[in-house]
């Protein structure tokens, strides 16, 4: 566990716990608090080896996967793919990224998952069922306290996705990629205060665990056609063969 200002770490839990000490205080405050705390936040978790990502994780079976990639880019879609197929998800959009031994684990930082309509439409009926919607245009959301064995708490990845959609392509296109390729698409998943000079520690914690990973996973770039839409079975089973099981 480390503490560190306004703001704790806890690990070591099954639930990782990041703890706002003076939320209240920091809401009052305004915008230039807020900031800070953000800066503290980020040093504390460089301080316990970890890093906050932009991008979803689940499991299928006994496989971990990590989908990195921009807003829009397919995260959300391909975690509600893997709901379709049985599989778990930590999050679908933001995830504690942390060193442990040799492993390195996920957890989420976002305890629910908030889809797009078009994106839930993908979901087996009783989970759609169970998600909130209130208009057409709202989110629908899955909540882990409502559908607690769509969630998992944490994972070790041993697939790495680096997503996008393309959709003027009908059929998914899946292709292996380099370490160095990898790792410049994890750097575009970071916040850039973990890459700045001026944050030694953060630098050093974030290059630690991102190289780390790169070497502990396969890595593939994924450009989403729309079959994912139109045939979402089969574009997973597409998928799957063009990765391996």
């Not at 205080?25 to 936040?41: M, S, Y």
């Given at each position: 566990m480390v503490q560190r200002h306004a703001?704790?770490?806890?690990?070591?839990?099954?639930?990782?716990?990041i703890e706002l000490q003076h939320a209240a205080?920091?809401?009052?405050?305004?915008?230039?608090?807020?900031?800070?705390?953000?800066?503290?936040?980020l040093r504390c978790l460089a301080s316990a080896g970890a890093l906050a990502l932009h991008a979803a994780a689940f499991e299928v079976g006994e496989d971990g996967w990590l989908c990195a990639g921009a807003s829009n880019s397919g995260k959300s879609t391909l975690a509600t793919l893997a709901i379709r197929q049985g599989g778990r998800i930590v999050s679908d959009d933001s995830l504690l990224v942390w060193r442990q031994a040799e492993t390195i684990q996920v957890a989420p930082l976002r305890r629910d998952v908030h889809l797009r309509s078009a994106t839930a439409i993908i979901l087996p009926p009783e989970h759609r069922r169970c998600s909130a919607e209130t208009s057409p245009g709202a989110r629908a959301t899955l909540t882990r306290a409502d559908m607690p064995t769509?969630?998992?708490?944490?994972?070790?990845?041993?697939?790495?996705?680096?997503c996008r959609i393309d959709r003027r392509r009908g059929r998914t296109r899946v292709r292996r990629?380099?370490?160095?390729?990898a790792l410049g698409g994890l750097i575009l998943a970071t916040?850039?205060?973990?890459?700045?000079?001026?944050?030694?520690?953060l630098h050093r914690a974030t290059w630690a665990v991102l190289e780390q990973l790169v070497r502990t996973v396969e890595s593939f770039h994924v450009d989403l056609g729309r079959e994912v839409m139109e045939d979402p079975d089969?574009?997973?089973?597409?998928?799957?063969?063009c990765i391996g099981n």
């Open positions: 703001v704790r770490v806890d690990l070591t839990a099954e639930e990782v716990v205080e920091a809401r009052d405050a305004g915008a230039a608090l807020l900031a800070q705390t953000k800066v503290a936040l769509v969630f998992t708490p944490r994972l070790i990845p041993q697939k790495l996705l680096l990629i380099s370490q160095g390729e916040s850039a205060a973990y890459l700045a000079r001026q944050f030694p520690a089969g574009a997973w089973a597409s998928l799957r063969k």
